[in-house]
Structure formats: structure tokens, C-alpha cells
């Protein structure tokens, strides 16, 4: 990999982390939990009983952050796809719980469901650019005391890929472990392999930590189970309307977040992840989708190196509402930059108008996105062999390599050929129909969800979850409304050949 862009200096990075120390110990943050308050006064931190404000003293986050390990690992139903950061980088997952939809059928907006989360989750097996399924919508269905369980259980039944989300509280925490152990056959069986990883926003800037998604973090790190957290400042509203500000304080959130972690266990794996924004100032309005974004979490990729650890962060999203040109540079230029800045971990895939709807069709040119960020990644490949000079030399001036070997043997590796982007001259684009880009990507959505899902677990395990769980929902990925199921080219022939006899 190339050595990464930059925008800060040795000294200038050294002084973002003096003044996130000297944020946590002078200024302190809010914490809301009182059993993190406990726990921070236990470990050398000064806790304000009358405000709640903790002061984190500067051998005490030093000390912390030397035990966080340099590499994080996403175990999967499946092992094959399992996945490590830095190691496997860049990984790519689906951005999360957008409480909308935009329905594949109809093309309007509407509150998601559990549904939804199941073809999603059988979308994202057909998508090879997407290593982890970051549960892309809430579920508007969840019966009561399973909002958590319906939006887990369809997830993990049909996509043996990473998955991740969040809980509400630590019942909800139960509930999705005990989901877990049944997958896996016994809670000793799931806990060798944990195949969740679990989210959280302990974090609410500015310098807050809150009550529930605390307890979560603690939670989760007591038991060591793979989970991380992500820190979101907005300049202008909830950090300051400065690029290095803004640094600052994330900087300083994240470490508080660390420290934290490392005290309820140390030694937990973790990644510097982050979600930061500039507000448009004309309007208030959140804009994930603007350049600073990008700017920032290349900024915060050097803090992360910095503490040796990965580092991700939520890229590659619009204020767009629907797949338009808006949409394509604002999905296409942070991620580019991101990855030049040497960012590990890419939260980007299929979220629009801020995060709040799930598009199928945006996933799939996302997952587009995600495989030219793969191929980039590999950069030039340098070698003797890749210099070709003997070729060069055979072909001759005004030579031809279209019809050499070497050139068929690498056609299909070295360049990215894309499946959603268009490349035919314009007679034979209006030939197939004028398609755009979106236009496509529905096509290619179709395919997968009328296919059959390999991924979907056993009706043994299935029935194993559903005894637990009473009033749980389906969980089934069924085609949309109108679309047909594709059968096995086995299946098609098996019917004809019974049809003649």
C-alpha cells in the first residue's frame, strides 16, 4: 500500500494529542452513568459528584492507551469471511440504521422492516465488495421487547457475512447472545467464535457520555465480546467550525471512550471510528456528504496511527435523495480520499439522504464504489515482471498487444471491469433502453433476490432460535411484491423433463 495522504505534520499531529489531554483533564466530560463514574474514580480519574463531570488525569489515559491491541478482527457465521484490521483492509461495510426505506418496487419512501433487513442481508451476500453487513434500517414491525432481535435475527439468517449493530440496554445484550448460542450450537461454541460484532455511541458530543450506550460499552468489553464505538462531532453545532477543533475534540472523545474500554477490560481490540461532519451553516443542516467529511477522517486516520490502532469511519454518504450526480461524487470523492488518507474501514454502503433510507439499488453501486476502492488499494503492484520491457520489446513501435498472450492472461485482473457502470457507445445505450446507472443496479438486485440464499442457516437451527423466541418475526428475504423467484437451472430442467414423461 502507498504511504497514505496527509494534511498534518509530525509535530502538528503530536499537538492534537496534547490537546485532547489537555481537554479529558481540564475540561473533562459529562458522564451520565454513574457505575462509569465509579469505575473512572476506581482507576484514577476525578469525578465532580454535584456536576458529573470526570477529569481524566494524563497518566491516566497514557497508561490506558498503551494496552489497546494494534488489530481487530470480525468473525463471521461463515469463517471464510472472516476479516482483520488492519491486515484484510480496506474493508467495507453497509452504513446503519436508517429508519426509512426506499421501497424496491414502488421507488417512495417508507418506514423500514424486518423484511427489508432480510433481502438486505441476502443483497449483501451477492455483493463481493462488501465485507461486513452493518444492519442497514431499523425495523418498524419488532413486536415488543425485540426491536434489537428483529432486526439481529433476519440479519444473521441470511448473511453468514460479519454482522453488526447495536442494542438498546443489556436485556436486549442477553437476548441477542442467547440468539447467538443457538446459531452456534452452545454459548461455549459462539463465544470461541463471535460472529456479532456490536456498535455503540457511548460518545455524544460534545464531551457527554450517556447513560445506555455506556452501559453498553461496558457491557460488551466485561465480556469480551468484538464491539467498537464511534464518535461523531459536528462542527459548528456540536464541536467547534474549525477542521482542527473539531480534531481536537474527537480526539479527545475517542481516547475517553478508549480509556473506558481498557478499564472494564484491558486489552479489548478496538478501532478509531469516527463520523465527522461539517453543519451547513446557511440552515443547521447535517451534511454527511460534504468534502470536510473526508478531510477530517483523514486527519483522525493519523491520529489513529498515531495509537497504533485501526481506524474506520462512516464515508461515502449523501444528502442526496435519490441515485443522481449529487450522489455519485459525494459517494465517490470522500472514499477516494479516505482511502488515499489510509483509512482501514469504510462504513459507506447503501444509506441516502443522510443516513435516513436504505436504497437496494445505491447498495449495489456502492458495492461498485467498494471494489474500486480494492483495486486502488493494490496500487502499482511494482515489479521486474510488471515492467513488461521483453513485451515491449516484441510488440516494437507500432506494434499491437491486444493479441498477446500475456495480455489475455491478465485481463481479467488487471484492470477493475465494473457491472453497473456503462461503457458501450451511445447507439447501443439507447439500444438496451436508456438505462442509467440506478436503472441497472435494480436490475442487478433483482437477480440476486429471486435467487435462492446458500447463506441462510439450517431449519434445524431455524426452529432451534424460533422455540426461544415466541412472536418473533420471519425473518425470511421473500422477493418484493411482483417479482419472480428464479429456480436452479436443476430445478427448471428436473420440471421439464417430468412435464414430457
Known amino acids: 500500500m502507498h504511504a497514505p495522504a496527509t494534511f498534518l505534520t509530525a509535530e502538528q499531529v503530536r499537538r492534537i494529542h496534547e490537546a485532547a489531554l489537555e481537554i479529558l483533564e481540564q475540561v473533562g466530560l459529562l458522564v451520565r452513568n454513574p457505575k462509569a463514574r465509579s469505575r473512572?474514580?476506581?482507576?484514577?480519574?476525578?469525578?465532580?459528584?454535584?456536576?458529573?463531570?470526570?477529569?481524566?488525569?494524563?497518566?491516566?489515559?497514557?497508561?490506558?492507551?498503551?494496552?489497546?491491541?494494534?488489530?481487530?478482527?470480525?468473525?463471521?457465521?461463515?469463517?471464510?469471511?472472516?476479516?482483520?484490521?488492519?491486515?484484510?483492509?480496506?474493508?467495507?461495510?453497509?452504513?446503519?440504521?436508517?429508519?426509512?426505506?426506499?421501497?424496491?418496487?414502488?421507488?417512495?419512501?417508507?418506514?423500514?422492516?424486518?423484511?427489508?433487513?432480510?433481502?438486505?442481508?441476502?443483497?449483501?451476500?451477492?455483493?463481493?465488495?462488501?465485507?461486513?453487513?452493518?444492519?442497514?434500517?431499523?425495523?418498524?414491525?419488532?413486536?415488543?421487547?425485540?426491536?434489537?432481535?428483529?432486526?439481529?435475527?433476519?440479519?444473521?439468517?441470511?448473511?453468514?457475512?460479519?454482522?453488526?449493530?447495536?442494542?438498546?440496554?443489556?436485556?436486549?445484550?442477553?437476548?441477542?447472545?442467547?440468539?447467538?448460542?443457538?446459531?452456534?450450537?452452545?454459548?461455549?461454541?459462539?463465544?470461541?467464535?463471535?460472529?456479532?460484532?456490536?456498535?455503540?455511541?457511548?460518545?455524544?458530543?460534545?464531551?457527554?457520555?450517556?447513560?445506555?450506550?455506556?452501559?453498553?460499552?461496558?457491557?460488551?468489553?466485561?465480556?469480551?465480546?468484538?464491539?467498537?464505538?464511534?464518535?461523531?462531532?459536528?462542527?459548528?453545532?456540536?464541536?467547534?467550525?474549525?477542521?482542527?477543533?473539531?480534531?481536537?475534540?474527537?480526539?479527545?472523545?475517542?481516547?475517553?471512550?478508549?480509556?473506558?474500554?481498557?478499564?472494564?477490560?484491558?486489552?479489548?481490540?478496538?478501532?478509531?471510528?469516527?463520523?465527522?461532519?461539517?453543519?451547513?451553516?446557511?440552515?443547521?443542516?447535517?451534511?454527511?456528504?460534504?468534502?470536510?467529511?473526508?478531510?477530517?477522517?483523514?486527519?483522525?486516520?493519523?491520529?489513529?496511527?498515531?495509537?497504533?490502532?485501526?481506524?474506520?469511519?462512516?464515508?461515502g454518504l449523501t444528502n442526496s435523495k435519490i441515485s443522481d450526480a449529487q450522489a455519485g461524487y459525494e459517494k465517490g470523492m470522500s472514499p477516494a480520499a479516505a482511502l488515499m488518507g489510509g483509512l482501514n474501514y469504510f462504513v459507506m454502503g447503501g444509506l441516502m439522504d443522510a443516513l435516513m433510507s436504505l436504497d437496494y439499488g445505491q447498495l449495489v453501486i456502492d458495492n461498485e464504489i467498494a471494489l474500486m476502492l480494492k483495486r486502488a488499494a493494490r496500487g502499482f503492484e511494482f515489479s521486474e515482471q510488471n515492467l513488461a520491457l521483453d513485451l515491449i520489446a516484441e510488440a516494437g513501435p507500432g506494434g499491437m498487444f491486444i493479441d498477446k498472450t500475456h495480455t489475455l492472461e491478465r485481463m481479467k485482473e488487471a484492470a477493475f471491469l465494473p457491472d453497473i457502470a456503462d461503457r458501450d457507445p451511445r447507439a447501443k445505450w439507447e439500444e438496451k433502453g436508456r438505462l442509467t446507472s440506478h436503472d441497472r443496479a435494480m436490475l442487478r438486485v433483482r437477480d440476486i433476490l429471486t435467487r435462492d440464499n446458500p447463506a441462510v442457516f439450517s431449519p434445524e437451527v431455524d426452529a432451534r432460535v424460533r422455540a426461544e423466541f415466541a412472536g418473533l418475526v420471519a425473518g425470511d428475504s421473500v422477493p418484493p411484491e411482483g417479482w419472480q423467484k428464479v429456480e436452479p437451472a436443476r430445478e427448471r430442467r428436473r420440471r421439464r423433463e417430468g412435464s414430457t414423461s
Open 40 to 315: 473512572l474514580a476506581a482507576h484514577g480519574c476525578r469525578v465532580d459528584s454535584e456536576t458529573l463531570i470526570v477529569k481524566f488525569p494524563r497518566a491516566v489515559v497514557e497508561e490506558y492507551l498503551k494496552v489497546i491491541p494494534p488489530k481487530f478482527k470480525f468473525y463471521a457465521r461463515d469463517p471464510q469471511f472472516d476479516r482483520t484490521l488492519p491486515d484484510d483492509g480496506p474493508l467495507v461495510a453497509t452504513a446503519s440504521s436508517a429508519p426509512n426505506m426506499v421501497d424496491p418496487v414502488t421507488g417512495q419512501e417508507r418506514r423500514a422492516r424486518s423484511d427489508d433487513i432480510a433481502r438486505a442481508a441476502h443483497l449483501v451476500m451477492g455483493l463481493p465488495g462488501i465485507d461486513v453487513f452493518s444492519v442497514s434500517t431499523l425495523a418498524d414491525d419488532a413486536p415488543p421487547g425485540q426491536f434489537s432481535l428483529s432486526r439481529f435475527y433476519p440479519a444473521l439468517k441470511n448473511c453468514s457475512k460479519p454482522v453488526r449493530t447495536s442494542v438498546i440496554n443489556p436485556g436486549e445484550g442477553e437476548q441477542i447472545l442467547k440468539l447467538g448460542a443457538l446459531i452456534a450450537g452452545s454459548e461455549a461454541a459462539y463465544l470461541e467464535r463471535p460472529f456479532i460484532t456490536f456498535g455503540h455511541c457511548a460518545i455524544v458530543p460534545p464531551l457527554t457520555m450517556d447513560f445506555d450506550s455506556t452501559e453498553m460499552l461496558m457491557f460488551f468489553a466485561e465480556r469480551g465480546l468484538p464491539h467498537y464505538g464511534t464518535v461523531v462531532p459536528n462542527a459548528g453545532l456540536t464541536s467547534p467550525l474549525t477542521l482542527t477543533g473539531t480534531l481536537a475534540q474527537g480526539n479527545a472523545e475517542v481516547l475517553a471512550q478508549s480509556v473506558l474500554t481498557q478499564m472494564s477490560r484491558p486489552g479489548t481490540p478496538m478501532i478509531y471510528l469516527t463520523l465527522p461532519t461539517m453543519g451547513d451553516m446557511r440552515t443547521g443542516a447535517y451534511s454527511p456528504g460534504a468534502i470536510e467529511t473526508a478531510m477530517l477522517l483523514i486527519g483522525f486516520a493519523q491520529m489513529a496511527r498515531y495509537y497504533n490502532v485501526p481506524c474506520g469511519g462512516y464515508v
